[in-house]
């Protein structure tokens, strides 16, 4: 490193091609440090890095922010109705399997729920826990149809061990292999210079980035050649957390056609008050690409959260040909707008976090469009209100996989809202039920406060539960709520 920058140096104010320079030299620094064992992986790491840091330079000099007034509706074309695809014969069912590869995105932790280690080995329904309830649906589908359907794991570095220990548990019963996504350097924000100084330095210097890394890790593991070669043509990807996202043998089939010309697909579902946020579909410019909040301009984010303007939001679960994949990686083509994470750690250091989101990867492949699906594709786990609603009797489990209880009278989910104080941790969640309520023909339930729950209580309509401050609320055992308010205290004991 130069003299005339050193490490505090600030480049925020220099030209990109100055500024990409320097921080070019800081990540030679960090591979020079590589153990021999480590050091090429960790070139091609740090070479990604480095393109994604060079397109952010270049979006702050041009301001790549959204023309809004450029935004177009995606043409019928590219966004399919689920009800318009052909149903897939069961006789075809075993060879299509075989051309399919099942990803998973494995990277989190369970942390927002008050959980150690990975998100996915949180226990979510009969003592199963993501991987286990994932594996189950590969296992099924492959004995139902005599397919040898694999489990690939992108794990990032924060749950890559934890995972990998428990892997014996699976092995002979599925396929299954994992990955390490990258892992990037956070960058200062005062500075834009990369806040670790050597490639061993705390865990609190790096980040994984996002799964729109997906591609490049995913072709860096030696998997996606190896798949290819097998003769495998797709790869469905999704969030582990999400159990709607089961292999679906009607969008495989359409994608494997002889006349499909598509490379990429991405499902979608119809925007409800609880997506506001999520992204969506739109055309701009002439190229079908994902619109997320982060890129929209301040006075236009409510036009993006009206869901009578944008009527569906990405649900994560995509294909794609695993050909495709490889050419535009190979090519380095692979084009996808930055996040831009700003985080405050716990030393007070701010930093900065270059994101990309797997969907935003859309625009790159021929043919892409996205399918309208049911919602019932799209069951993500991210709080103790969606946990209560998968382990009710809203939902039956057949091989793993969730399906909507036939008894519910309405097609869409209870909204469910839980207070954060007494039930954000899953632990502390669990203590305050003796047993799941009777959710079948509930509309809406917010809790607030210190309440618990008995057992065999049903709630139906729209329940609220409020407990004030220093109140208790105990549903009492064999409780039936219907459209009912129950605020102040409300304890009942045994005498």
Known sequence: MSELHGKNESVVTLDTDTALRIVKGDL?????????????????????????????????????????????????SALKEYSTIPQVAADNAKSLLDKLVVLKLNGGLGTTMGCVGPKSLISVRNDKNFLDLNVMQIEHINKLYGSHVPLVLMNSFNTHADTKKIEHKYSSRVDLYMFEQSCYPRVLKETLRPYPDTLHADQSC?????????????????????????GKELVFISNIDNLGATI?????GSLLSADSQCEFVMEVTAKTRSDIKGGTLIQYNNSLRLLEIAEVPKEHEDDFKAITKFKVFNTNNLWARLTA?????????????????????????????????????????????GINVSRCRFLPVKTTSDLLVIMSNLFMLHGGNMALNPARLYPNLPLVKLGDQHFRKVQDFLRRFEAVPDLLELDHLTVSGDVTFGKNVSLKGTVIIIANHGDRIDIPAGAALENKIVSGNLRILDH
């Open 28 to 76: 030679a620094s960090l591979v020079a440090g590589a153990k021999p064992e480590e050091k090429e992986a960790t070139e091609q790491c740090m070479l990604c890095f480095e393109k994604l840091f060079h397109q952010f330079l270049l979006d702050r000099k041009l301001g790549n922010m959204i023309v809004w007034d450029n935004i177009q509706p995606p043409p019928t």
């Open 206 to 230: 790096w980040y994984p980035p996002g799964h729109g890394d997906v591609y490049e890790s995913f072709k860096r593991s030696g998997l996606l050649e190896k798949f290819i070669k097998e």
């Open 248 to 252: 679906d043998l009607n969008i495989l």
């Open 325 to 369: 994949i490889d050419r535009v990686v190979r090519e380095s083509s692979l084009s996808m707008s930055i996040i831009v994470n700003k985080k405050t750690l716990d030393n007070g250091i701010n930093v900065i976090q270059l994101e990309t989101a797997a969907g935003a990867a859309i625009q790159n492949f021929k043919g892409a469009m």
